[in-house]
């Protein structure tokens, strides 16, 4: 049983003897703090519960006492069974909500880049990256087997900060073929000791996935990158 699940049966215990005692509140006020985090995990877990699932009380209470007298209305394969179609139908139901996420990124990235596309400076590549140069480098531009040393900020459209290797005051090394497409092309365009700024649509950045808890699916990317060497 998950923690999730341990805590939502320890929930519903606790709610099915207070609902008898007629008395939560005054429960809640005087009693113990395993009392108040019982109610408050969850009241947060069926918060959650209720956006995607209509849950029936009555059963959900009934299942916790059967399980506690011993006396199951259904077979340990049947309920099995039951939750494994609950996980499936959750997955299903998050997939849902990540792609409906990622169609509202990617319209408000179209319109960001569109208007971004003609601003002095800033070129348009076949890919859709944008890119503009800041600082000029020399030498040969790194190939996609090569590593290269780089320092840079990434933000998002509406300018929050998700990574700076300036912040961390270590720059970092990488093959150009492992960081995502949008700095892949843009790498191999770049000199030693140039610096650019970068407009990454998501299907050259993370595209529909996302990554971390800032980067939500179908963003668009922005990235101020400085080429410090080709790495031998």
């Known amino acids: 049983m998950t923690l999730a699940m341990i805590s939502l049966a320890l929930f519903c215990c606790n709610s099915f003897v207070l609902a008898e005692s007629g ?124 590593k290269v040393k780089c320092h840079y900020r990434g933000t998002l459209v509406d300018g929050k900060e998700f990574d700076s290797s300036y912040k961390r005051n270590q720059p970092a090394v990488f093959p150009v073929n492992g960081v995502i497409k949008g700095w892949t092309e843009a790498l191999q365009l770049m000199k030693p000791g140039s610096k650019w700024m970068l407009w990454i649509p998501s299907d050259l950045g993370y595209g529909d996935r996302g990554a971390g808890q800032m980067i939500e699916p179908g963003s668009t990317l922005i990235f101020e990158v400085e080429l410090l060497s080709i790495e031998k």
């Open 23 to 146: 008395d939560i509140k005054k429960k809640l006020e005087t009693g113990t703090m395993d009392d108040k985090i019982s109610y408050a995990i969850g009241y947060d877990i069926s918060e959650n519960l209720k956006e995607n699932f209509k849950i029936n009380p009555d059963l959900f209470y009934q299942g916790i006492k059967d399980n506690l007298e011993g006396k199951p209305n259904m077979s340990d394969d049947e309920i099995k069974a039951t939750l494994k179609e609950f996980q499936s139908l959750v997955r299903k139901k998050q997939m849902e909500g990540l792609s409906e996420k990622a169609a509202v990124n990617k319209v408000k990235g179209e319109a960001f880049l569109a208007k971004n596309k003609v601003k002095q400076g800033v070129i348009t590549l076949e890919s859709g990256l944008q890119y503009k140069i800041i600082k000029e480098g020399k030498g040969d531009s790194p190939k996609e087997a090569d």
